[in-house]
């Protein structure tokens, strides 16, 4: 199972997702909402328990229209979100600093995603697996034939919970500053710097035997001069 890019289509604007400031950086575009969350390791899932707001880092992944996460099955605030709690998943990514003439015309560059909605436990052992799969396999294509698969007491250690993405707006900045013409001709340095989320060389546990080559799904370019040990 891998995750998959469906025909372009629009989730509709509702109360929640519509933009108000800055409403022209607003996309409700299916794909575009799917490519932010393709490209980010991290979500933040906020909801409310018992009248106290919190919000969870957590690793996410998608198939198709559903968000899945993952996480302890004694996690009170997972027992939370499986109960119905209603939630809101976040996504950043920056993309780079923009810096302006005038100081009130600073800005990032960012790719963002938020998601209103409800999650559910997924029990069935079989789809737990798979799921997990993908999951692997989107973080390391082919890894997950290679490592031990989960026993029965870990997979039932283990609550995987389920959004419909139904609800959601992705929210897009790029390009250089927009400063007022008077500032033009203001003598400091004005544009972009990029930010970058890259590989560094991988490092090999101390214990790892020898003839253990690193894996060919890693980035060639983290692999490139790095320790293969």
Request: aromatic residues 8%; charged residues 15%.
């Amino acid at each position: 199972m891998t995750s998959q890019i469906i025909n372009s289509d629009c989730y509709p604007v509702t109360p929640l997702t519509r933009v108000r400031r800055l409403a022209n950086l607003a996309s409700y575009d299916t794909n575009t909402v799917y490519s932010v969350l393709d490209a980010a390791y991290v979500c933040h899932v906020a909801f409310t328990v018992e009248g106290q707001p919190h919000c969870i880092p957590t690793a996410h992944w998608r198939h198709g229209n559903t968000l899945y996460i993952h996480g302890s099955f004694g996690s009170r605030l997972l027992q939370a979100l499986i109960n119905g709690a209603s939630a809101v998943v976040t996504v950043t990514l920056l993309d780079g600093l923009v810096f302006a003439r005038s100081a009130f015309n600073h800005s990032m560059n960012y790719r963002s995603v938020v998601i209103y909605g409800q999650f559910s436990s997924i029990e069935v052992p079989a789809q737990k697996i798979e799921l997990l799969r993908a999951f692997m396999e989107r973080l390391a294509p082919g890894r997950w034939d290679e490592i031990r698969q989960p026993t029965e007491n870990e997979l039932n250690a283990t609550t995987l919970l389920a959004m419909p993405i139904e609800e959601a707006v992705a929210k897009i900045s790029s390009g250089p500053p927009k400063d007022d013409l008077a500032d033009c001709a203001w003598p400091v340095w004005a544009g972009v710097l990029p930010i970058k989320q890259d590989f560094a060389a991988p490092q090999g546990c101390s214990d790892l035997p020898a003839g253990i080559a690193l894996p060919n799904y890693f980035p060639r370019g983290a692999i490139t001069g790095g320790n293969e040990s």
